[in-house]
């Protein structure tokens, strides 16, 4: 009954006997008849080892774009797909059941921006690129219900900290980035600790100095002022320059703050500009060596 003549003899012939099994069960159906009227031959081997849950690559075969997806920009989410999607092949228009059987952020991820901002996938557009933004990254908005005065700080000192949204300098809740994940220090061996003083973090263009700032951190932009200073053999030299350059960044003394008027009222009416003889504030000339 059977046909032998096939060359890939064991698929045809399996194929063959699944439709006459078919077969041979209504009929034997029919007649009353128990047992089963075609003979195919047992594989148990198909049977001697457990199914393995598909790879990532296995599950790609059909969806070929998330896998692209997360394979380029999947960050840390590149890991086995069944780790977020336990469910899956179970959608039902009927059941509608969509958002049940889809993976949920919180499964996994505790409110890492803190506890108002639950909406993750307003910013997280896609859960296979991760770190890639939807634009509104203004929901940043729901800092400013609790930290409004740091909203205030950027706002009214504006720099390019201030376009900035703030997740991407606190990624999760409380966490304080160090400058130096971005940022390159102004001369190599400059300390951490040195930068927030100069340069508060919400107003890094308000540079404030401190009374106790060495000159080496001015040299590294002012090579000119400093190697000038440095090399003077006027008084000046003993000086910092935040001695005269206190406070704030780009802020220029009078002479007569520290000296007031020294000479004759004749010289300062007739030379108002000290430089017109002292000539630089840097390296004056000096007259008599003590
Ligand atoms: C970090 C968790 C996560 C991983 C890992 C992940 N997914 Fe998803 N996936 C989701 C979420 C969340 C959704 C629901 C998105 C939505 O509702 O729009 C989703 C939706 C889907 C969808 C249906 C929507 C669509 O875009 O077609 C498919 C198909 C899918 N994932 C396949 C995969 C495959 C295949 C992998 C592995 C190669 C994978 N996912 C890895 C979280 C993940
Ligand atoms: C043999 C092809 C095939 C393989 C392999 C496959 N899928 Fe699918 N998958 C489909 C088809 C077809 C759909 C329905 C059409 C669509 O949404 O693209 C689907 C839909 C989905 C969906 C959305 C609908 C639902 O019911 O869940 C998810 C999620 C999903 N697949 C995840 C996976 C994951 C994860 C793997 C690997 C573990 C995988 N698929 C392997 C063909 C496949
Ligand atoms: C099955 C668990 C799981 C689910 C579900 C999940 N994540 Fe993740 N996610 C992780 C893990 C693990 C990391 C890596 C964390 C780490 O290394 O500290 C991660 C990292 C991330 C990152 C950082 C990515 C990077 O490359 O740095 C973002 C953003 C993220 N998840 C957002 C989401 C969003 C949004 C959702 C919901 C759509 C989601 N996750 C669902 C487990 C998950
Ligand atoms: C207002 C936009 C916004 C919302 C809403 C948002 N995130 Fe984020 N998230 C960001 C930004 C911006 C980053 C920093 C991305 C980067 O480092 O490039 C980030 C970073 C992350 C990271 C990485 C943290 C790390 O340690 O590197 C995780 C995880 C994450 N988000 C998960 C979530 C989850 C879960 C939700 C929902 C509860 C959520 N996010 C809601 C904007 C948002
Ligand atoms: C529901 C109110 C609330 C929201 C919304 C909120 N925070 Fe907070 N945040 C707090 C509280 C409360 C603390 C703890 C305050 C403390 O320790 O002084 C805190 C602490 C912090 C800290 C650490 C402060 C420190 O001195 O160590 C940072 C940084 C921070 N939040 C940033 C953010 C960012 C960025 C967002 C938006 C993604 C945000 N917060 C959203 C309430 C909130
Ligand atoms: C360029 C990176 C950066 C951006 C953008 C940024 N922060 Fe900060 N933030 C920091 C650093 C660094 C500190 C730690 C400063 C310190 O140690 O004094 C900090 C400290 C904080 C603190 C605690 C100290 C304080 O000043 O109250 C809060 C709260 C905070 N940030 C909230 C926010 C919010 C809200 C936004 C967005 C509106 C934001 N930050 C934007 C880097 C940033
Ligand atoms: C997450 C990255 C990040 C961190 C952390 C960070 N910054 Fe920035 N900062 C930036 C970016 C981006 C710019 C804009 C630079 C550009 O466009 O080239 C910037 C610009 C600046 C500027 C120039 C501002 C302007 O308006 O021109 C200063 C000053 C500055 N940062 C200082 C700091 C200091 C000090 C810290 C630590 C307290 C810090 N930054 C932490 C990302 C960061
Ligand atoms: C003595 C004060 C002072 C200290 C300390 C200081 N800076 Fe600055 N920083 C400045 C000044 C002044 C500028 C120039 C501002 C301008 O161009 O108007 C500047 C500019 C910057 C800029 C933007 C311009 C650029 O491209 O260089 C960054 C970024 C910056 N500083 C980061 C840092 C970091 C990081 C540290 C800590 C290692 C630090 N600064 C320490 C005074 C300081
Ligand atoms: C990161 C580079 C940088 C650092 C560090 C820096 N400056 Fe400047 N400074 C500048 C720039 C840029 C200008 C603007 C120059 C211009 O307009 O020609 C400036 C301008 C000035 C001016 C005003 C010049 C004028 O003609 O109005 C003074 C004064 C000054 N700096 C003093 C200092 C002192 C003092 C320090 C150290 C405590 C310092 N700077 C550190 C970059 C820097
Ligand atoms: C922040 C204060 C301060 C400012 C501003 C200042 N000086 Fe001086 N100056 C000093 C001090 C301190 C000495 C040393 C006095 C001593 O040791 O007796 C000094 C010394 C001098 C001397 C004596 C030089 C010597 O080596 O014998 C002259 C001349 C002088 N200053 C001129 C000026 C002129 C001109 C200006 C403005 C362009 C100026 N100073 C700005 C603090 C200042
Ligand atoms: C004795 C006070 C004094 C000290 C110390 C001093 N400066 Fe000045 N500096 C001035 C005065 C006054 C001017 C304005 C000169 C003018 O009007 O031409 C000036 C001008 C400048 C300028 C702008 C003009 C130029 O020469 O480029 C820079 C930049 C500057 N100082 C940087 C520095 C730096 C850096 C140091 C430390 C190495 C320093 N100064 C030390 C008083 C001082
Ligand atoms: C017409 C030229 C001239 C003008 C203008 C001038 N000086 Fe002098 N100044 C001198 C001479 C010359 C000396 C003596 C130098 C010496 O002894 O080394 C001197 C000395 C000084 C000394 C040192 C005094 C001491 O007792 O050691 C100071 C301080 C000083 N001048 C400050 C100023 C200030 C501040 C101004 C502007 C308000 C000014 N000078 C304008 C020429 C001038």
Redesign the pocket.
Known sequence: MQKTRCINGKKILVGMAIVLAFAGVSHAAQQGNKSATVTIPPTPELYSSEPQPLTAVQCAQCHPGLFKNLKNEGG?HRFACQNCHNVFHAYSPRKANWDQIMPT??S??T???GAK????????ANPHA??S??S?????A?CYDCHGTVRDELVKYPSRHSKL????CH??HG?KPSCFNCHQPHFKGQALSTCLPCHPVHQPQNIRFSAKEPSNTCSSCHAKAYTNLAKSTSKHNALACVTCHKDKHRFIPQCTDCHGKPHTETIHDKYPKCLSCHIDVHDMPVMSKK
């Open positions: 840390r952020c919180s996994c991820h409110a890492p921006h901002i639950t909406n993750c996938t307003a910013c997280h991760p770190k933004m939807a509104n990254t203004q929901l940043t729901a949204p703030c997740m991407t990624t999760s966490y």
